[in-house]
């Protein structure tokens, strides 16, 4: 079982910003493919960015492009999602997502995600 946890959410203003991490204690990520998902409050969950567990994949939905940015700290076994420019939107419960595999990282739900993450909330006030 790997244990993974998501940190870094909280509330801020509209255009503020927030950056997320998602790490598994003393497991290492480097053969895992990330996925940051939400869900907000009524809707599905849906993708939101992934990356690939080399590091040369790396996707974003339409809503969030030019405004998140996923990354890779392979030293220190995490992964990050820096959010700007928030909108109210943007809120909802954030999750990463593990899936050990090589291939391109997907965003869709269907794919063998193997571990979740119990959630991290992000509030964004107008």
């Known amino acids: 079982q790997l244990p993974l946890a998501e940190s870094g959410g909280g509330t801020v203003q509209s255009g503020g910003s927030l950056k997320l991490s998602c790490a598994a204690g003393?497991?290492?990520?480097?053969?895992?493919?990330i996925g940051w998902f939400r869900q907000a409050p009524g809707k599905e969950r849906e993708g939101v960015s992934c990356?690939?567990?080399?590091?040369?994949?790396?996707r974003y939905a339409d809503s969030v492009k030019g405004r998140f940015t996923i990354s890779r700290d392979v030293a220190k076994q995490t992964i990050y999602l820096q959010m700007d420019s928030l909108r109210p939107e943007d809120t909802a419960v954030y999750f990463c997502?593990?899936?050990?595999?090589?291939?391109?990282?997907?965003?869709?739900?269907?794919?063998?995600?193997?571990?979740w993450g119990q959630g991290t909330q992000v509030s964004v006030s107008s």
């Open positions: 997502a593990a899936d050990l595999t090589s291939r391109p990282c997907s965003m869709d739900l269907k794919a063998p995600w193997d571990y």
């Open positions: 990356i690939s567990s080399l590091g040369g994949s790396i």
């Open positions: 003393e497991y290492h990520l480097d053969y895992y493919a």
